[in-house]
C-alpha cells in the first residue's frame, strides 16, 4: 500500500508542477497542428485587457482563431493541454491563457468573471456558460468561446464530453439543447 501511495503522490506532484508550469509560462505551449478555416467575413477588432494596471492589446479574433486551431482534440476530464485533452473549462483556460488572459479552470468560476453580458450582445471572444446536462441543474456545467458576432445565431467553439462526436468542436445555441441549458455569456476582452 505505501508504494501506490508513493506512486500517487508522485504523479500529483508532477501534474501540479505541470499546471504550475503552465500558469506562468503560457506562451510556451505548443500550438496544436490541427488548423481549421476561420470565417473571413467578420473585420478585426482590438480589443484590450487590464492585466495590473498595464494594458494589454487582446484581439477577440487572435483568441477565435487560437481557440478553432484546437478543433478536434479530444476531450479529457480535468484536461488543460492538447496533448492530454481538454475539458470544457480546461479549454477556455488554455486559449485565453496563450494570450495571458486570467480565467480559471472551473466552470462554477467563469460565471462571475469579466462582466455579463445579453445573448443578443455576444460578440467572438466572450465566454458563454450553460447549466450541466440534468434537466434540473441550475449551476453552471459547461462553457465555451463564442464565435459569432452579433445578430447571428450564437455559434460557439469548446470542449465537450458528448458521446457522440466528443472533444473540442463547434456548436450552436440556437435549435438545440443548449438554448434550455444557456445561463449567461461573459465578457473578459
Not at 466572450?126 to 452579433?150: E, L, M, R
Request: hydrophobic share 40%.
Amino acid at each position: 500500500m505505501r508504494y501506490v501511495w508513493l506512486v500517487f503522490l508522485t504523479l500529483a506532484s508532477v501534474l501540479l508542477g505541470r499546471l504550475a508550469w503552465v500558469r506562468l509560462h503560457p506562451t510556451s505551449l505548443p500550438v496544436a497542428s490541427t488548423t481549421a478555416a476561420v470565417p473571413a467575413s467578420t473585420p478585426a477588432r482590438p480589443v484590450a485587457y487590464v492585466v495590473s494596471n498595464k494594458r494589454v492589446p487582446v484581439r477577440a479574433d487572435s483568441i477565435v482563431a487560437f481557440a478553432m486551431r484546437q478543433l478536434g482534440t479530444n476531450y479529457c476530464y480535468a484536461g488543460s493541454t492538447p496533448e492530454t485533452g481538454f475539458d470544457c473549462s480546461g479549454f477556455v483556460n488554455y486559449v485565453f491563457a496563450r494570450y495571458k488572459v486570467p480565467v480559471p479552470h472551473s466552470t462554477a468560476l467563469l460565471i462571475s468573471i469579466g462582466k455579463g453580458v445579453a445573448r443578443e450582445e455576444a460578440r467572438r471572444g466572450d465566454i458563454v456558460v450553460f447549466t450541466g446536462t440534468a434537466s434540473t441543474s441550475t449551476s453552471p456545467g459547461h462553457a465555451g468561446i463564442v464565435i459569432s458576432d452579433p445578430g447571428q445565431p450564437l455559434r460557439f467553439v469548446h470542449s465537450s464530453s458528448a458521446r457522440r462526436e466528443s472533444g473540442v468542436k463547434v456548436s450552436q445555441v440556437e435549435g438545440t439543447d443548449y438554448e434550455r441549458r444557456f445561463m449567461q455569456v461573459r465578457r473578459v476582452l
